[in-house]
């Protein structure tokens, strides 16, 4: 019986994309420019733990150059909240790093100018550091909304496990834990967002495009065929651009500044914001 022969499978396939990303020819979001288009940066809280008492962006909108300052006020007729987020701190913040506005300007150096001259009143709240603390009896509660610390309970049941205990020869049981992990890729994590009267475009290196059109869909009140997502090339995720990030930010300020408009996290800003979060398991296990 002859050999059959295979089209890939033991043969060198090139890349599709290998030739555009090794002569510089692959556009990245950071790399894309779109007509009109701003350049945004995010304010983002010192503090763990703090209600925000006033936040006054009289002195960023008069500064030439800005177009538009986004805050949690600009946000009332959205549904503001995905993942247990808002799109930017409303009240108060809950971690180091937390969105708490974002200016929209015509270029970088405006753009960081600005954020320096608004003014955000705090008031600091106690910080509730590990899993430890947070599920304490009376820990200070991050979401008060919540009545706890414990954000869901998720349970899958599979088949009887007692029974298979009973019938095991040997049974482990141990805790282990995973520090938090950020995912270093050597594009940083962009977005371009732009609002017409009842559409959104959206520019992103997303690794679930569709969830991430779903989510915009839903916080902006709109049907999911009026958000469109384009994906070029990803410069790696590893997981850290998986889900929504901060493309709902991007937009709420597009829409505000009625233009198109970039944000490009630094590293620095992707470690506080983007990351995995540490975690604590306890495993049974019989065989």
């Not at 779109?34 to 209600?51: C, E, F, N, Q, T």
């Not at 200016?103 to 003014?119: C, F, R, W």
């Not at 967002?193 to 009140?221: M, N």
């Not at 709902?248 to 630094?266: D, Y």
Request: net charge neutral.
């Amino acid at each position: 019986m002859a050999k059959r022969q295979l089209k890939y499978v033991g043969h060198s396939v090139p890349r599709v994309d290998g030739v555009d990303k090794v002569t510089g020819k692959a556009k990245f979001v950071g790399d894309i420019t779109v007509p009109g288009m701003l350049y945004g940066k995010i304010l983002r809280s010192p503090y763990p733990h703090a209600r925000i008492r006033a936040i006054d962006a009289t002195e960023a909108e008069a500064l030439p150059g800005v177009v538009a300052v986004l805050t949690a006020a600009d946000i009332d007729d959205l549904n503001p909240i995905y993942n247990g987020r808002p799109i930017i701190a409303m009240h108060k913040v809950r971690y180091v790093g937390e969105p708490v506005a974002a200016v929209a300007a015509v270029d970088l150096a405006t753009a960081e100018e600005a954020l320096g001259l608004i003014q955000v009143d705090y008031e600091e709240l106690p910080a509730v550091v590990g899993i430890d603390a947070a599920v304490k009896k009376d820990a200070t509660l991050i979401h008060e909304e919540k009545g706890g610390n414990i954000g869901t309970h998720e349970q899958v049941r599979r088949g009887d496990a007692d029974a298979g205990f009973a019938q095991s020869d040997e049974i482990v049981e141990d805790t282990f834990t995973f520090p938090m992990v950020y995912h270093y890729a050597m594009e940083p994590h962009s977005v371009i967002a732009h609002c017409d009267s009842d559409e959104v475009t959206v520019w992103s290196s997303a690794q679930h495009p569709f969830q991430v059109r779903g989510d915009i869909a839903k916080l902006f009140k709109l049907a999911p065929a009026r958000v469109r997502l384009i994906i070029n090339y990803l410069g790696g995720g590893y997981g850290s651009k998986s889900y929504t990030k901060f493309e709902p930010l991007v937009v709420a300020l597009a829409r505000k500044a009625r233009q198109p408009v970039r944000i490009c996290n630094s590293v620095g800003e992707s470690m506080v914001t983007v990351r995995r979060h540490g975690a604590r398991v306890r495993i049974k296990t019989g065989v």
